[in-house]
């Protein structure tokens, strides 16, 4: 099992290099799948996975990832207001809602609306941030750092000293020195980061401070994001929202944490670095 979890995560990692390093319609199109398998892997958790309401959520995701592409697409050239398609998507799943009815729980609407929101809008966020943001490809990679860097230092630090729990109904194994070392190992990598990128631009030394900021923050939203995850499962009584990457579950099994973690990043980006 170990091996087979280490060459799925190398994989893994390898995928996510060359996506982000290539950036454009290439990261557009493989965040728009990776949307798409996590969408459904919720969707089939609250069991209506091939039915209506699930297709507008796929439908909608699609509209969504052609609809931020920042340069025109030789494809696609539309743009309209991103609060236009999630009102319609709603809209429409309330239509089928009542169509249907009682076919369809509220617990599986709320879930249709909510999905949209949680995965495919929010995991955008990524291209957002490569795309749109000075230093986009730099910055972008804080995203990954807050969650899986941030989480690899928790691994270590709460093996090597963990003794207080943080959360013991939702996650046992997590410890309260674990999460402060996800921490301030996500702001030490952040300040790596802001050195390298000082170096190559001549900025000052605030980019540093910016990098460490957004590390150490995104850490903490990080481990919120796979906490309120593993809640969900344990809610559903399930070990995996999938079996797709092997040792690991899941899509969203590997991005619980990046999924929230994204627009965060962004934000901060934004505010603190600026548009391009």
């Known amino acids: 099992m170990f ?6 995560g190398i994989l893994l990692l390898a995928f996510t290099f060359v996506t982000m390093f290539l950036g454009g319609q290439v990261l557009l199109v493989s965040l728009f799948m990776i949307s798409l398998i996590g969408l459904y892997e919720l969707y089939k958790v609250m069991k209506f996975e091939n039915e209506h309401l699930a297709y507008i959520g796929y439908i909608a995701s699609f509209i969504w990832y052609i609809n931020i ?23 429409a799943l ?39 943001i000075a230093f986009g490809q730099w910055l972008a990679w804080m995203i990954y750092v ?41 702001a030490l990598i952040g300040v790596i980061f802001g050195i390298i990128m000082s170096n190559f631009t001549g900025k000052s030394e605030n980019l540093i401070i910016i990098f460490a900021v957004i590390g150490g923050l995104g850490s903490v939203i990080s481990q919120i994001g796979d906490l309120a995850a593993s809640g969900i499962k344990r809610n559903y009584d399930i070990k995996d929202y999938g079996n797709l990457i092997p040792g690991h579950g899941g899509i969203l099994d590997r991005y619980d944490s990046i999924i929230i973690t994204a627009p965060i990043v962004y934000y901060l980006a934004f505010y603190l670095v600026g548009r391009i």
């Open 94 to 132: 309330l239509l089928v809602f009542v169509i249907n009815y009682p076919k369809y729980t509220a617990t599986q609407l709320f879930s249709a609306i909510f999905g949209i929101f949680y995965i495919p809008v929010m995991i955008s966020f990524i291209f957002k941030t490569r795309e749109s």
């Open 146 to 186: 807050s969650s899986w860097g941030s989480d690899t230092c928790a691994y270590a630090i709460g093996r090597l000293f963990g003794k207080h729990k943080l959360a013991p109904v939702i996650s046992p194994n997590k410890s309260l020195e674990g999460s402060i070392g996800g921490v301030v190992g996500s």
């Open 3 to 8: 091996f087979t979890r280490l060459i799925s």
């Open 69 to 91: 592409d920042t340069k025109q697409s030789p494809l696609f050239n539309i743009h309209v207001p991103e609060l236009m398609i999630i009102s319609i998507a709603v809209v």
